[in-house]
């Protein structure tokens, strides 16, 4: 890779480490209407790649409430759950297929409160972007890629496939009695 190349590399590393999602007391405390929840998750998300350019709309919403996947609105106001709900399903659904990502909010709704599964989500979220840019920047000082680039994004894309199937499998393994097809 030239030097231009490693240092865009750089820059995208240190801005995808740099990445954080707003904690439970930084969420809105407050019934909310639907264009605000929007708006809200929106500014949380609006730079995160699996996000970015996709947005959540008030179709998807309605989805996830009907689908159990988030808890039903009382007279259409939405509350702080139902903003971290919308976060955490949002950041997972690009490698979690969504009955998936249900059952694990289920399960750990049985033995923790909200706030300290979301802030969890939230320092597991920071941990797994921090991990992979650093592991991004390992491969700028490796010679064989510094000549072939594109190997790079070959790798990340590969790890993030090997990432999506050892989850899908840890989870299969906690709830053998899902169904097959989630």
Known sequence: MNDESCAAIADICAAFADQ?????RE???LELYMDQVLSIVSRALG???GFNGKGLTAAMVNNYVKQGVIPSPVKKKYSRSHLAHLII????KSSLPIPVIQKLLASE???APEQVIYDRFCELF???DTAAA???NKLLDREELQAAPLSAVYLAALRAQAEQALALKMFASLFPETDKKD
């Open 20 to 24: 954080r999602l707003p904690r439970w």
């Open 27 to 29: 969420l809105p405390d």
């Open 126 to 128: 920071e941990q797994a």
């Open 89 to 92: 399903v949002c950041v997972l």
């Open 109 to 111: 709704l049985e033995t």
């Open 47 to 49: 730079a995160y790649p």
């Open 134 to 136: 650093s592991a991004a």
